[in-house]
């Protein structure tokens, strides 16, 4: 009988004990979860600011008549929006709008700029690119500012 009682003793603790385990694991990977989508974030905030050091390049080479320069200008900074859009889960729906918009735009004027020198034509309306570059700048800093308080859509 006390062989028994012994027994079920060793049972009852060994349950508990798998229980514990079990719940530790489950906190561990929670854990490892949020790293990871707090990594994204930040990466994301690194990878929008740059994009937006890569627009405010783009103006200043639009001010100097730099044309040769700009279709691989607004061609990296497409691919990089691209990849912030595609590769980035907390953005909201209107956060991915608002990039994708930004992507459409910069494939205008690139296009643009590349007809005009391929043409051996003026290139073409320089402040209003400028402007649209500005937009579309203030649009990601806004997406920018959201994702750093954290009010993404998690």
Not at 9 to 37: I, N
Request: proline share 2%.
């Amino acid at each position: 009988l006390l062989g028994l009682l012994i027994s079920v003793l060793g049972f009852v603790l060994t349950l508990r004990a798998v229980a514990k385990s079990k719940r530790a694991a489950e906190e561990a990977k929670h854990a490892a979860e949020s790293a990871r989508s707090e990594i994204l974030r930040s990466d994301t905030i690194m990878e929008l600011a740059t994009a937006m050091a890569a627009m405010e390049e783009i103006k200043r080479l639009q001010r100097q008549q730099a044309w040769s320069l700009l279709p691989d200008r607004y061609s990296a900074l497409r691919r990089a929006l691209t990849i912030i859009r595609a590769t980035r889960p907390g953005l909201s729906e209107d956060h991915k709008a608002a990039i994708l918009g930004a992507i459409e735009q910069f494939r205008s004027i690139e296009v643009k700029i590349d007809r005009a020198q391929n043409a051996g034509q003026a290139v073409g309306d320089m402040p209003s690119w400028n402007r649209a570059v500005s937009l579309q700048l203030e649009k990601l800093t806004e997406v920018l500012a959201f994702m750093r308080t954290g009010q993404d859509d998690r």
